[in-house]
């Protein structure tokens, strides 16, 4: 699947050089480092962020949610109002839609993420579909537009981080207003005091900083929807918008790391390769392995996700045939029958690179430590 437009110009990409401003954006967003996979649920301070604009400084006692539009009657909830609502945890895996884009050549300019965008929480809140039956929205709504209370300026637009959904997903089982993250309040960064959560979708549509929700009759154009997040190859083409997470599988580094370049270092014995594996789309129904950069495969042992919309572990033991360098690769399929590809797919924006992951060791005759 070809896919695409980044955060910068339409077509702007980059050599494997990385530019001031990229390093700007990496110092202030940060990945979860690959040997975290092996929590079951990822750390608050492990978890990955991604920031467009600044992360507003927001009083909770002030602090409203407002529902308007295409509503029969308007509402104005504070965050205490929300809490006396049902409330639901549910643990939920989030993915950057630019998770892999700084692995793509040319390289899309934006954050240039690896591999490490990703990570699984216990979220709590409340259900958005009560809330929306509540404000009445109209037969005539066609979209939802969730409005954080961040401000920036991308593309050369002034604006508030929008996103929209169509109603029908705004009113199925699973968009959550959450309030709490592994059972501590949701930290500044990670949308304070009330962010929304669309498990199954890219990160982008789970917006933070949560101000306002408007049912609206009209498709939503702004600049998040429409020119962010949609898969173009050609700066002309209208693209398609990003939406689930296709499927991915990452393995955590064996062994112990070179420091500089993180080459894996092995000693020549048994040893147990295992990661995560996840899906927008559906559960990971396989996960396979190989130690041959991709030319042979072998099927891990899986273990069904603890939730919908959790990662999954899988496991692999794996006996080294001699000392040497090997290049390790994972990759997952779904419930639907996708599966990652071994080549790159690539899009003017970077999104959704679910190219299998590839591990290089070097297994020798020394002691892992």
Same mark, same amino acid.
């Given at each position: ?111 240039? =993420? ?6 699984? /929480?216990?979220?709590? %809140?409340? #259900? !958005? &579909?009560? +809330? ?46 959450? =309030? ?6 949701? /930290?500044?960064?990670? %949308?304070? #005091? !009330? &962010?929304? +959560? ?61 420091? !500089? ?109």
């Amino acid at each position: 699947m070809q896919r695409s437009t980044g955060t910068v110009p339409a077509g702007t990409t980059a050599s494997d050089q990385i530019s001031r401003e990229e390093l700007q954006l990496a110092t202030r967003n940060h990945g979860m480092p690959l040997e975290a996979l092996r929590f079951s649920v990822t750390p608050l301070g492990l978890h990955y962020v991604l920031i467009h604009y600044d992360i507003p400084v927001v009083d909770p006692a002030a602090w409203r949610l407002e529902v308007d539009g295409s509503v029969d009657r308007e509402l104005s909830l504070s965050l205490d109002d929300l809490r006396r609502r049902p409330t639901v945890t549910r643990t939920v895996v989030m993915e950057c839609a630019g998770n892999g884009r700084a692995r793509l050549s040319p390289r899309p300019i934006s954050q240039p =993420w690896l591999l490490e965008a990703v990570g699984n /929480a216990v979220w709590t %809140g409340t #259900p !958005l &579909r009560p +809330l929306l039956e509540e404000a009445g929205i109209s037969d005539r709504a066609v979209e939802v537009v969730f409005t954080g209370l961040d401000r920036g300026v991308e593309g050369g637009i002034e604006q508030r981080y929008q996103r929209s959904l169509p109603v029908e997903e705004a009113l199925g089982d699973d968009p959550l207003l959450a =309030w709490a993250m592994n059972g501590e309040p949701i /930290a500044p960064q990670h %949308g304070y #005091p !009330l &962010r929304l +959560l669309v498990p199954g979708w890219y990160g982008m549509a789970s917006v933070k900083w949560l101000g306002r929700i408007t049912a609206v009759h009209l498709p939503f154009d702004g600049y998040q929807n429409v020119m962010a997040y949609r898969y173009r190859q050609d700066p002309g083409e209208v693209g398609e918008p990003v939406s689930r997470i296709v499927p991915r599988s990452l393995m955590a580094p064996p062994g112990i790391p070179d420091f !500089l370049s993180r080459r894996r270092l092995l000693p020549m014995e048994p040893c147990r390769l295992e990661g995560r594996a996840w899906s927008g789309w559906g559960p990971v129904t396989l996960v396979e392995v190989s130690s041959d950069g991709g030319r042979g495969w072998t099927a891990a042992e899986l273990e069904p996700p603890d939730a919908p919309y959790s990662w999954q572990h899988w496991s692999l033991e794996w006996t080294p045939p001699a000392p040497g360098d090997y290049e390790l690769c994972c990759r997952a399929t779904d419930a639907t029958g996708r599966t990652q590809p071994t080549d790159p797919q690539w899009n003017l924006g970077g999104y959704a690179d679910n190219q299998v992951q590839r591990v290089e060791v070097t297994v020798g005759e020394g002691e892992s430590g």
